[in-house]
């Protein structure tokens, strides 16, 4: 894969939760996710207000990146998932990613997520600054 041109962004509620899981899988996400508990999955989807796909230009049209995204479309968004095939990294997918969550909820809306430690360059290179003053409840399953 050589440039996002040949990639396809676009907003899609109806995603399978296989495609999801195996791009979880391919990313390395999966290490963080429930990638063996479909119902789990299929849920997380189901869950979500907003899911950009990337799909490779071809005639099946093959998932190679996704966001994840929960939003109110007026104030915040939260990407809960930011996820690209390795066959896939360097061709600008995450970036185009993130561009079109941004043109998807405009530019009155705060794009946040929180990153694996492995991804923290890639959130800098696109120009997201980190946030000082984050707080969580660790889930306990």
């Known amino acids: 894969m050589t440039a996002s041109s040949e990639i396809v962004f676009a907003p899609e509620l109806n995603s399978e939760?296989?495609?999801?899981?195996?791009?979880l899988v391919e990313s390395g996400l999966g290490a963080?996710?429930?990638?063996?508990?479909?119902?789990?999955?299929?849920a997380m989807l189901t869950g979500a207000n907003l899911i950009?796909?990337?799909?490779?230009?071809?005639?099946?049209?093959?998932?190679?990146?996704?966001?994840?995204?929960?939003?109110?479309?007026?104030?915040?968004?939260?990407?809960?998932?930011?996820?690209?095939?390795?066959?896939a990294h360097g061709a600008g997918v995450g970036a185009g990613l993130m561009e079109e969550v941004?043109?998807?909820?405009?530019d009155g809306v705060?794009?946040?997520?929180?990153?694996?430690?492995?991804?923290?360059?890639?959130?800098?290179?696109i120009g997201m600054h980190p946030?000082?003053?984050?707080?969580?409840y660790r889930r306990s399953r």
């Open 17 to 23: 939760t296989d495609e999801f899981r195996r791009v």
């Open 32 to 42: 963080w996710r429930p990638v063996d508990d479909r119902e789990r999955l299929a």
């Open 52 to 87: 950009v796909t990337a799909r490779l230009r071809s005639a099946e049209m093959p998932l190679v990146g996704f966001a994840r995204c929960l939003t109110d479309t007026a104030w915040a968004c939260y990407v809960a998932d930011l996820a690209v095939c390795a066959s």
């Open 102 to 106: 941004r043109r998807q909820v405009g």
């Open 110 to 125: 705060t794009v946040l997520l929180v990153s694996v430690p492995d991804a923290v360059g890639f959130y800098e290179r």
């Open 131 to 136: 946030v000082q003053d984050a707080y969580w």
